[in-house]
């Protein structure tokens, strides 16, 4: 009984703690009234992928609930598709996967990327020239055709398509880990352990990895931004979700063909990405003003 | 300085962009597709190659209007009583595009290289049927001969695939030059092909050998035929409103009713013959070898209502295993198993298919009602038509997969449903699909995709094949259209429509029976 | 400089071995059997087959291919398309040009709406005109290009029917270069702008300003050789992600090029395309680094190569 009495305790202080640290960062992000919006946005999109079967008006698989290609009226705010679907309840549907996808496959290149940065800006040498070598015939490839190519050998399904926007976009992170890396690596504190005989994952762990760590965050901010993209191209060059799946990248592709006669069929759903990739961008870019060393010292 | 550079870059621009002078008289036909691989007639199997083959090069007999053989190359000729072999009388004087004379042996060298296995036919060496050989008699008589009776020799010489190629041009430049190189007799000359952008034809001066049922004979009127690939449909429609095309192929329906309104347009509709587009069930695979479960999908498609739907009322639902433009179509697939989800539920319930997990979807042995569908055209109609099927208990699984995909799938038989359609003006098409030595295998790509294999079918398809009179023949594919019905192996979803919109400023347009594909011969354009 | 340029050169040459190796491997490591792919399933006799594998080299132990295909390549040759059964060299290069056409109007829009917007943001900071156009830069390096694409068809060819959509020649060209310089212009705007702005919170510079000597010339050329190394790159990037093709601008303006090419042959799996690709666009990537670098040198007088 004591022993959970301490256990909550310290989880309650725990929780006071986190809760402090993030009111501070959300103030001092919100001091950018850009990145404030862009807070709300995506509070806004979380909520919306998580309470999509509360609030979504419709099934958003539900064939001729209205007439097919409805404009936007009062019944249906986004209209409705050829087969009489509710976009609106589609869109709301479709942050789900976006989020997900966007958010998964961002840290799956943040992690292998930072493995191999680290790697290389530490050993230096032979392993990074080679390393780097590799990295850079990977930056060199097409991007979306690289991971349309992973799709087509692993098949298609969500895990396949998180993976391959991944692995497209481990490349990028890389490198600019392994720079940060090499210039952490040459500060005094980092040489000093080395010299007293460390270990060297101790000093990747102990010195490098929180020193990195803000550019890392920065980064894999805008990772999210370019798999969100990335995995919505998939879907619409056909390789990605697939049919009756609410996705936006695929409703996009699915409205192409009715373009002319039912704009809204792009419109709305192309706006919930675009305003997602927005919001994401804004907060990375305030997030670098406030981590990113170099840039404070720029804008002193 | 700064400027002068700006002005390089945009003269580069300028340059780079700047199009070719255009001829004086020119149609473009929008295509849809962008990825033709070849122009032989005898290599080709897509409808969209057929569509440039056909204005470079000519048949020995065409339909008219009412389907009846009319003289094209040939002048006249002569069926075996017996139905093993036919003579043909060539129009004297025909040359092919490189000057050479198209003779009867240009008939016998052309018939053979489909015949022989390393040419690769993909469509012609179907048509060709029971191939013994040709004789040649002298410049302007031959006999085709067969190695058995074969009632459908005729069908077979009005297409395109039965076309003579120069054996000059082949001989000197082997099959690979000629696939993109095509010498033919027809009125338009092959001048260009830039791969995925267009193809260039200009008209052939010396031409004088008309199909009998042409609107004029001699040269054609335009100078320059071009087909431009642009496989958006409303990129297609907004091309012909700028007119940058001046035909358009395969519109969508919903861009079809905006252009029936325009003066400026008018629309064809054609309704295609062969196989309908057909979900074809594969019987060698759980849950699909459950006749039970083919017919409930049967019964739970209202595809009247979703065809109308879908095609906004210019695509009609496909009422029968062929489509029923096609010789020999029986009608007695309408409503042989009426749409009533009532009764598909109670067929499913029945054969012991229940949704034991609650989760929507029936369910037998521990495994669920699920029906993997890969396909490569239709995404719409298959979407509305998942959404039926699921509100009866049967999840169809579609997944939209590339050519190569769905062709390795079928080889390996990992499918359980899929989207076959056949264009074709003879009920013959249905043995493509049915007979079991067209089970697809690793290696072997062909097209019996419900891997039905039936003695009984093979034995009517062999019988109708060498039947002599056309109302034994249509009596023998009746009963075999109904066995299909009843073994419900294929549910037949929409009639293939070919939906044409043109400037209404070109007159002349006229249509291969059967098939619909444009033919440009005697096209004129009013100012 | 000319001794750096060298040295840079053969570091290229085991960069472009293991490219040529990886895409050696390519063709191997696909799972099936490589003739059965040619044929597509064509039902075909043993003689056909046999014929096939001699041609492609593919009945030769793997180290006799390698060195075969190493050999071929460095001729020139690489092979014949799957598909069209073509020289790959000869399909690859006829979409050279679209591609070229679109990567000039592309980098054009960048560098010109880029430029504009970020020199003014950084000239008036914190002004309106800075507040707005850092947002339209901000949708810039936002906007899907897909989406993009779809907007600019749907107000100037199908609302305001301005400009054809799949015209050929300069106007065809218009709307796709906006739709995939879109990028380029919102970053370029966001480099141009703080370039500036260090520029101007430099001492020398405040010092100037405060006694009024300093004119707007004299700022931007200060900018002018701050900004002109990461500009020079990002325009590398961009350069050398078009040589990749532009897949999505490709296939919704229905143009032609490398991209659509690209995705085309890996879907149909149309692997010596592939193979070629992987070639091409990683060296088109690695020349465009090097002549960067190059340039780097000539801009900026401090960096120095030797």
Known sequence: MKRFRRLSEETGQWCRYVLKRSWYWYKKIAESPGAAISLVLLLLLVLMAVLAPAISPRDPYATYIGPRLSAPSWQFPFGTDVLGRDILSRMIYGSQLSLVV????????????????????????????????????????????????????????????????????????????????????????????????????????????????????????????????????????????????????????????????????????GMALFITVMAVNLLGDRLRELLDPRYRRSRN | MHRRWLGVLLGLLLLLTS??????????????????????????????????????????????DAGNPVPWLAESWDVAADYTSITFHLKPGILFHDGTPCNADAFKFTYDSIADPATGSQAAIDYLGPYKGTVVHDDLTFTVEYTRPYGAMISGFVLTYLAPVSPTAVQANGDAWFAENPVG???????????????????????????????????????????????????????????????????????????????????????????????????????????????????????????????????????????????????????????????????????????????????????????????????????????????????????????????????????????????????????????????????????????????VIDRLLAEAESATSPDERCSIYATLQELVYDLALMVPLQETTQTVVYASNLTGLRWEVGNYQAIFYDVQLAD | MLQYLGRRLVGIIPVLLIVMTLAFAVIRLIPGDPVRNIIGGQPVSQQVMDNLRAYFNLDEPVYKQYFGFMRNAFVGDFGISYRNRQPVTKVFFQQLPATLQLAAGGILVGILVGGLLGIVSGLFPDSWLDTSFMFLALIGVSMPTFYSAMLLILVFSVILRWIPVVGGGFMGLILPSISSGLWAAGNLARLIRSAILDVMNEDYIRTARAKGLIERRVVLGHAARNASIPVLTLMGLQLALFFGGAAITETVFARQGIGKLLVDSVLEKDYPIVQFGILFTTSAYVFINLAIDMLYAFIDPRIRYD
């Open chain 2, 19 to 64: 199009v070719a002078a255009l001829a004086d008289l020119t149609v473009v036909w929008g295509e849809d597709r962008d990825d033709l691989a070849t122009l032989d007639p005898r290599i080709t199997q897509s409808r969209h190659e057929l569509q440039v083959i056909r204005q470079v090069f000519d048949s020995l007999i065409t339909l008219d």
């Open chain 2, 185 to 455: 007799t027809g009125p338009f000359k092959f001048v260009e092909w830039v791969r995925r952008s267009h193809i260039t034809l200009v008209k052939n001066t010396e031409y004088n050998w008309a199909p009998a049922n042409a609107l004029h004979n001699g040269p054609a009127y335009i100078d320059t035929l071009g087909f431009k690939f642009i496989k958006e449909n409303s990129t297609r429609a907004a091309a012909l409103e700028t007119g940058e095309i001046h035909v358009g192929d395969l519109m969508d329906p919903l861009d079809v009713m905006a252009f029936e309104g325009d003066d400026d347009f008018d629309v064809f509709l054609g309704r295609v013959g062969g196989v309908p587009v057909t979900l074809y069930l594969n019987t060698s695979r759980f849950p699909t070898n459950d006749r039970a479960v083919r017919q409930a999908i049967f019964h739970a498609l209202d595809l009247e209502t979703i065809v109308d739907n879908v095609f906004f009322g210019y695509l009609k639902a496909a009422t029968g295993v062929l489509a029923s433009s096609t010789f020999c179509y029986w009608p007695g697939g309408d409503g042989y198993y009426p749409y009533d989800p009532a009764k598909a539920e109670a067929i499913l319930e029945e054969a012991g298919w229940v949704d034991t997990n609650g989760n929507g979807i029936r369910d037998k042995f521990g495994q669920e009602l699920s029906i993997y569908c890969p396909i490569i055209f239709k995404a719409t109609l298959m979407t509305a038509v998942q959404a039926e099927l699921r509100k009866v208990g049967i999840d169809l699984n579609v997944e939209n997969v590339t050519k190569a995909r769905q062709d390795e799938l079928i080889m390996n038989n990992e499918y359980e449903a899929g989207l076959v359609r056949w264009v074709a003006t003879d009920p013959s098409v249905l043995g493509i699909l049915m007979h079991t030595d067209n089970i697809p295998a690793p290696g072997y790509f062909k097209f019996n995709w419900q891997h039905y294999s039936s003695s």
């Open chain 1, 102 to 269: 966007g958010i998964l496959s961002a840290a799956f290149s943040l992690v292998f990327g930072v493995i191999l940065g680290s790697i290389s800006g530490f050993y230096g040498g032979k392993v990074d020239s080679v390393l780097m070598k590799v990295v850079d015939i990977w930056l060199g490839f097409p991007p979306l055709i690289f991971a349309l190519a992973i799709v087509t050998i692993l098949g298609k399904g969500v895990n396949n398509v998180i993976m391959a926007v991944g692995i497209s976009g481990i490349p990028r992170l890389a490198r600019i880990v392994r720079a940060q890396v090499l210039s952490v690596r040459e500060m005094s504190f980092v040489e000093a352990s080395h010299a007293i005989g460390a270990p060297s994952w101790r000093i990747i762990m102990i010195h490098i990895v929180p020193n990195v760590l803000s550019s890392v965050i920065v980064l894999s901010t805008l990772q999210v931004a370019g798999a969100i993209i990335s995995a919505a191209s998939l879907s619409f060059l056909g390789m990605g979700a697939q049919p009756p799946t609410a996705e936006w990248g695929l409703m996009l592709n699915e409205g192409r063909a009715y373009m002319r006669h039912a704009w809204w069929m792009t419109v709305f759903p």
